[in-house]
């Protein structure tokens, strides 16, 4: 049975309040956190010449190079061309649309079975990436703090909190999981449970719970496996990723006359990827640009130049996704009706 659709009026409001609280985000508070006006981030942008922003984009598509190199390497058998079109696709999704993450994760579903890709190869791929993604953006605090201390330069008592908090986090998620390893391996000692079955098990169809629990179960292997064989590409593909960001930032507000130092910019990145985790807005639309220019300009940052520079770094590492997925969403889309015309409908009755 197909999901019931949200009533069109929901959606509409849905939408029309979505894209009211980003455009309140980076009209009101933008500019309210960074202590400038639109006026003057317009003219420090004016000043610079279009050809000043060709390497900007050059180390842009480099980092998504890069990352693909990530994807594809969690999903054994997927190249790299594809992993750019399913991360480019993707974000543009979830850039776009409110609750946009649950429809990339959709559309990455429906590219990869159409390319031969099983389910629980997709999970565990999902699950694997997804981990990586949070567990560096809440890790990047504390390393942003330490670094910001070795350099003799004070974090501020909002960084500081967020670092504290992303401890707590990593503290927790290490005696939950010490936890669960011990009680998994307690039970695999223990002769097969008996009786009824938990009531979650008895509301669902015994063929549906076994197909679920194999989906399930063959994901986690392949996540973990994965993980176990590839750990260094992974890894070293995902700082590479954050890298090449990085310098995107340093190179951006070199190019707009607010150049800081790599410990501060390396606090405010982490600072922008740790708001994104917050679903207030599509990818932390209006509050990243927020909290990344005032913790730039906290550590020393010129207002002006470095409120124009957040506005181009995120034009690029947000904005720019938009159209560039959207067109190869829309060459996907467009190659997949062309296959099903020509090979599906003279000899298949269903067009699934």
């Known amino acids: 049975m197909d999901a019931v659709p949200l009533p069109r009026g929901r959606t509409v409001i849905r939408y029309a309040a979505t894209a009211a609280l980003t455009a309140a985000a980076l009209v009101l508070v933008l500019p309210r956190a960074a202590g400038v006006s639109w006026t003057v981030v317009g003219d420090t942008l004016r000043g610079v010449g279009l050809a000043s922003f060709v390497p900007l984009t050059v180390v842009w598509f480099g980092g998504l190079l890069v990352y693909s190199g990530v994807l594809s390497g969690s999903l054994p058998g997927l190249s790299r061309r594809r992993a750019l079109t399913l991360n480019l696709t993707g974000s543009a999704v979830a850039n776009a649309l409110p609750g946009g993450g649950a429809f990339a994760i959709a559309l990455n579903w429906a590219m990869l079975r159409g390319w031969g890709f099983t389910m629980p190869a997709f999970v565990g791929w999902t699950v694997l990436t997804n981990v990586m993604d949070v567990g560096l953006k809440l890790a990047l605090p504390i390393g942003a703090v330490a670094l910001l201390l ?169 904005g720019l996704e938009i159209p560039v997925g959207g067109l190869l969403l829309a060459a996907w889309a467009t190659h997949r009706r062309f296959t099903r015309r020509t090979n599906g409908s003279p000899v298949c009755a269903s067009p699934s």
Request: proline share 7%; net charge positive; with cysteine.
């Open 150 to 318: 070795l350099s003799d330069i004070a974090p501020g008592a909002a960084l500081l909190t967020a670092a504290a908090g992303c401890c707590a986090f990593w503290l927790v998620a290490a005696l939950v999981g010490s936890i669960l390893l011990k009680r998994r391996s307690t039970r695999s000692d223990r002769l097969p449970m008996t009786g009824r079955p938990p009531m979650i098990s008895r509301l669902v169809p015994r063929a549906q719970r076994e197909r679920l629990a194999a989906a399930v179960s063959g994901s986690q292997g392949r996540a973990v496996e994965v993980f176990v064989h590839r750990w260094p590409r992974l890894v070293l593909g995902t700082l590479g990723y954050a890298a090449a960001h990085i310098a995107l930032l340093a190179m951006t507000l070199h190019v707009l006359g607010g150049s800081l130092g790599l410990p501060q910019v390396i606090a405010g990145y982490a600072v922008e990827r740790l708001i994104t985790l917050v679903p207030l807005t599509p990818g932390g639309a209006g509050f990243a640009e927020a909290g990344l220019a005032a913790c730039l300009i906290a550590l020393g940052g010129v207002p002006a130049p470095t409120t124009a520079a957040v506005v181009v770094f995120r034009a690029l590492t947000f």
